[in-house]
């Protein structure tokens, strides 16, 4: 009997590119995604030659890449973007200077993360520019920050006006600071790292253009994703 399938019914595989000349490196990455993303398809890339080779051929949905790698360089990214403005790269790196964080932003990278970064945070990274969204390490956030460089003045949408997206599991988390938990209990909730939920809680005051937890409450209020009367009179400060 033939089966007949019905094209709605079929669900594409993420297609993912781990561009790094380094092979254990690749291997990790390629061990973490294939361990925690469902229905996904790995591609590795050791140049930036194989890179062009992959783009061509295989057309991933992110490219997650480390352009500070030795046989590749942040001009790559300026090149594919030049020739696909859909493209969306993650870059995954060691410590950088903010200026370089900067300029990676400029070239066309979309997200960004540190090699120390949790399993978590890769991974959600890597599915959140999938899905078209922003990720920042909280770690690169405080960087470009320290050097008094703000996000928002790097090209990004304005932050005032354009719609605000937002993740599944930023809301989550917005509902949960909304209600009065830590750090710590909402990652044990939502059995995360206490590190990833405060990289999550860095990526929502950037989306919202707040700098604390009162600013999250008050989206949370207007949002309608918590009552003003439950959180007034709920005895949280």
Not at 67 to 88: G, H, M, P, W
Not at 149 to 154: G, M
Not at 159 to 177: A, G, K, Q
Not at 183 to 194: H, P, T
């Amino acid at each position: 009997m033939n089966l007949i399938l019905n094209p709605f019914q079929i669900i594409l595989a993420l297609k993912v590119c781990i561009a790094d000349s380094n092979n254990l490196i690749r291997i990790g990455l390629k061990t973490i995604l294939t361990h925690n993303l469902k229905n996904v398809e790995i591609v590795e890339a050791g140049s930036g030659t194989v890179l062009r080779k992959v783009w061509e051929v295989y057309a991933p949905d992110v490219i997650l890449i480390d352009y500070t790698a030795k046989n590749f360089s942040i001009d790559l990214l300026a090149e594919l973007k030049q020739k696909d403005a859909n493209i969306r790269f993650v870059a995954i790196t060691f410590d950088q200077m903010g200026s370089t964080i900067v300029n990676a932003l400029k070239m066309g990278v979309m997200s960004y993360i540190k090699k120390d970064c949790d399993i978590d945070e890769i991974v959600d990274a890597v599915r959140d520019t999938a899905k078209g969204n922003k990720f920042f390490c909280g770690q690169i956030l405080e960087t470009i920050r320290s050097e008094s460089i703000e996000v928002e003045n790097i090209g990004f949408e304005p932050l005032n006006c354009d719609p605000i997206s937002l993740t599944e599991r930023e809301s989550e988390i917005i509902l949960l600071i909304a209600e009065g938990y830590t750090n710590n209990q909402i990652a044990e909730k939502l059995f995360l790292s206490s590190h990833t939920i405060t990289t999550h809680r860095k990526n929502i005051m950037h989306k919202l253009g707040v700098n604390n937890t009162a600013g999250i409450v008050m989206y949370a209020v207007k949002a309608n994703l918590i009552s003003a009367n439950k959180y007034l009179f709920s005895g949280n400060p």
